[in-house]
């Protein structure tokens, strides 16, 4: 593919996935003022999490397999579109349920980015400069997730946690139509570069992956890691709290 088409493509997919962790995340920037409106517990709150997380899991693996026969750039301009509006529909949630259905959606959608975005950039770019634009790609979670806290958790303290729903669905709606419109899709194995003479080897994809040795410890690292972090995240702005109360008293104590 044409070099500047691949780096304008590179560039929507690291806003998608900004936009990915963005609306993950959001639910951790106003999850407080959700709890207090709905006098949930903080195990109510938790499960809003854990839900998303294990749908998002479980629907991964037929998604990346939808991403190997079907054209990917609909498959993500559909994801994100979906996951978009119904981010916006968290916003118009009157009750628990109702708010847990729909966050189950939104973890729907969002399972389509990573195998199709990850299969668009084996394609997009060679072998040589592929470790370059996953790093590229994977920058938007950090600032997507920094950008949750910051904007989201403005909004929600402004003009409260719906509007910050209702204003998160824009830019991931924008991010769909660009997938479809500015993207178009690479031929698969175009980038690749064969050895002569080399062999294909036989089996399915996830058992030949799980057969390397040190993938084990890679993926059971992963999910402990993300079970960690997933509830760090969700409870933050409690600690953040926390801490406001613990400066106010060191404050009254030094005055």
Known sequence: MNPKRARLALAVLFAINLMNFFDRQLLGAVGEQIR???????TAL????????????IVGLPLGRLADKFSRTRILGAGVFVWSLLTAAS??????????AVRLGVGLGEASCAPAASSLIGDLFPAHKRSNALSVFMLGL???????????????????????FFIAAVPGI???IAALVLMSEPERGASEVHDVGAS????????????????WPIVVSGALLQIVLAA???????????????????SALEG
């Open 200 to 215: 294909k080897r036989e089996g399915h994809a996830i058992q030949l992956v799980l057969s390397i040795p040190s993938m």
């Open 46 to 57: 938790g499960t809003l999490g854990t839900a998303f997380t294990l749908i998002y899991a």
């Open 174 to 176: 924008l991010c769909s």
């Open 232 to 250: 760090a995240l969700l409870k933050l702005p409690l600690f953040r709290d926390l801490f406001l109360a613990l400066n106010e008293l060191l």
């Open 91 to 100: 916003g118009a949630c009157v009750s628990f349920a109702q708010l847990f």
């Open 36 to 42: 207090k409106e709905w006098s949930l517990s903080d």
């Open 142 to 164: 950090p600032i997507g997730i920094a950008a949750s806290f910051l904007v989201g958790g403005y909004v929600a303290k402004t003009y409260g946690w719906r509007t910050a």
